[in-house]
């Protein structure tokens, strides 16, 4: 009975933090099946070949992940260290003294030397046994306490490792998705700059006529030199973009395998499931991990609570011992010994009930950090059920708009040319289709990217 004593509080988990289903509304996307999204493995998930492979690439080079892996490790070594001390620790001693006592009897008297001897000589032994030093009676459960801590912190790691893991493919993701689309505002720019080009080169000739005015002239160039600094700017951040996916990856990649541009192409699954339960949460790895680190605290209670009980340690140990190493292993050489020893702390001074309190506001403080983590996971995934609602609408309006956009700078070109209307209109038109087509690139981005993020945010990633 005592030894299945166990001091620390039985564990419940905590009540979900979060409301029971996500949010509904005008801005969320209805409902849309139950599929499990942690089931889908990244290389089902993301379909573009090329990013398939950057992803591999980075699993296998990025240097946190490494961290994590040997972080992994550490605390695995660790639990097994606590585990061992279940269980006795067996040693083999030998032994081998000797021991000279001189004779006894010298003397001096009126000039004369009288000697006597008595018992003198060399007393040898010789002992080998095998036995267990001190090994502790888990009578109250400490050790176990201590060594189911030990593991809960483990699997804390390795759900740790699978978080970063998820993050990692997220992160790699999203910025080879940001380097296309900074390719696609590249060319758009480009293609703005030939367009401003062509505008400076009308009202300068309508200027060297006397048609147009220098002001005319003027605003052209600027527009043409805005052009240029958004193209210079751009070629600086797509390499900087490149540097950014070379550090996730950890090496650098190729150029076959970076964007060209990003367009209507499909880089992800089309679709992920809406309607979907919020305890969807509780396999998140950082959820997971939090819980985790709750339960080793809860364990250390036990140990807390364990100490306020009797220590009862066994010291044995069998073997033979001698005089002469001839006859070591002899018979009648056999001994053994065995004590058993207690001890129980009559004053300290409030340490073991200080130890108590510590471990009891440790637990208090990691069921806080693990209601928090499913908060956190709630509003992540709600944000990104949010904008997935409404990116498709998004689109379709800068869609429709940059069309416009084009087909009116085409038309105030056409006019300002036939002296219909003044080089303000055509200005105006020019910049407003640059920045309707900016704007278009910028949310295809974000469809993507959101797409991304709601993976993650459901636990996706980690297969």
């Keep these: 009975m005592l ?6 509080p039985h564990y ?10 996500f949010p509904q509304g005008p801005a969320y996307a209805p409902a849309a099946g139950t599929v499990d999204v942690a089931a889908i493995g990244w290389r089902d998930f993301f379909v573009d070949d090329r990013l398939r492979r950057v992803i591999a690439l980075g699993l296998a080079n990025n240097r946190d992940l490494r ?6 490790l550490a605390a695995r070594a660790q639990y097994r260290a606590e585990r061992a001390d279940l269980f006795p620790t067996i040693a083999a001693n030998a032994s081998a003294s000797a021991r000279n006592t001189p004779s006894s009897g010298s003397s001096l008297s009126s000039g004369t030397t009288s000697t006597g001897t008595t018992g003198g000589g060399t007393v040898k032994s010789y002992a080998v046994d095998v036995g267990v030093s001190s090994f502790e009676l888990d009578l109250f459960g400490r050790v176990r306490n201590l060594t189911k801590a030990a593991q809960d912190a483990y699997f804390a790691t390795q759900a740790a490792q699978d978080a970063t893991r998820i993050g990692l493919i997220s992160e790699i993701a999203t910025a080879w998705l940001t380097m296309a689309s900074d390719q696609d505002q590249l060319a758009i720019s480009r293609e703005t700059l030939t367009s401003f080009q062509r505008s400076v080169d009308i009202t300068g000739a309508q200027f060297r006529k006397g048609i147009a005015s220098e002001l005319d002239v003027q605003q052209a160039e600027t527009n043409l030199q805005d052009a240029r600094y958004a193209i210079a ?23 076959d395998l970076l964007p060209a541009q990003l367009g209507t192409a499909d880089y992800t699954l089309a679709q992920l499931p809406a309607g979907i339960d919020s305890t969807v949460l509780l396999k998140r790895p950082d959820v997971i991990e939090a819980e985790d680190q709750l339960k080793a605290q809860n364990a250390n209670i ?9 220590t009862i340690s066994l010291t044995t140990a069998a073997g033979t011992a001698s005089s002469s190493l001839s006859s070591l292993f002899s018979g009648g050489t056999f001994s053994w010994n065995a ?21 009891e506001a440790n637990r208090d403080a990691a069921v806080a950090t693990y209601e928090k983590s499913v908060q956190t996971a709630f509003r992540e995934v709600s944000d990104a059920l949010a904008q997935r609602g409404t990116i498709g ?32 209109t055509t200005l105006i038109a ?6 309707a087509q900016q704007a278009l690139a910028t949310t295809r981005l974000q469809r993507e990217t959101n797409l991304v993020t709601l993976y993650q945010t459901l636990g996706g990633g980690i297969g």
């Design 3 to 8: 030894a299945g004593c166990d001091l620390a």
């Design 12 to 21: 419940h988990r905590p009540a979900l933090a979060a409301p029971s289903t």
């Design 67 to 72: 961290v994590a892996a040997a972080n992994v």
């Design 233 to 255: 700017q751009l070629t600086t951040q797509i390499a900087q973009d490149q540097n950014a996916l070379n550090l996730l990856v950890g090496t650098t990649v190729t150029a």
């Design 302 to 310: 036990g140990a807390a609570r364990a100490a306020f009980f009797p």
């Design 339 to 359: 004590t058993g020893a207690s001890a129980l702390t009559l004053f300290d001074f409030g340490r073991n009930r200080a130890n108590l309190r510590y471990a």
């Design 393 to 424: 609408e998004q689109i379709a309006a800068h869609e429709a708009g940059a069309t416009a956009a084009g087909k009116a700078a085409t038309l105030s070109e056409a006019r300002y040319r036939g002296g219909i209307d003044s080089f303000l």
């Design 430 to 435: 020019q910049r407003t289709l640059y920045t």
